[in-house]
């Protein structure tokens, strides 16, 4: 019963923005950093941006600092992940992960099965 759960992901074109849940299910994430990875067909996933427990922490891979931001709300149990002027390599499925506030997906100890990003004009 304990489960990440996805969602928020479809069609966005070239500049536009798309906004990614991640919900817990039977288990809270506040004692938990999350991270939001992205594997594209044939890539390696990728570790995008993460968050500590408290919120207070967030780190990001440098290609999407200054587009994306991370941010949680524990009384939700929610973490988000909003995207801002997308690019097509930003497409592929998005996975949340609990564990540490970590961009390698070694260190994550929970995954959801992810929520496809697909950018296209």
């Known amino acids: 019963q304990v489960q990440l759960v996805e969602s928020g992901g479809g069609l966005a074109q070239p500049g536009g923005s798309l906004r990614l849940s991640c919900l817990a299910s039977g288990f809270t994430l506040d004692y938990y950093g999350v991270a939001w990875f992205r594997q594209a067909p044939g890539k390696e996933r990728v570790g995008v941006a993460c968050?500590?427990?408290?919120?207070?922490?967030?780190d990001y891979a440098d290609s999407v600092k200054g587009r994306f931001a991370i941010s949680r709300d524990n009384a939700k149990n929610t973490v988000y992940l909003q995207m801002d002027n997308l690019k097509p390599e930003d497409a592929g499925l998005y996975s949340c992960?609990?564990?540490?506030?970590?961009?390698?997906?070694?260190?994550?100890?929970?995954w959801g099965k992810g929520t496809p990003v697909t950018i296209s004009s």
């Open positions: 968050i500590s427990a408290s919120g207070s922490r967030t």
């Open positions: 992960a609990a564990g540490i506030c970590s961009l390698r997906p070694g260190a994550m100890i929970n």
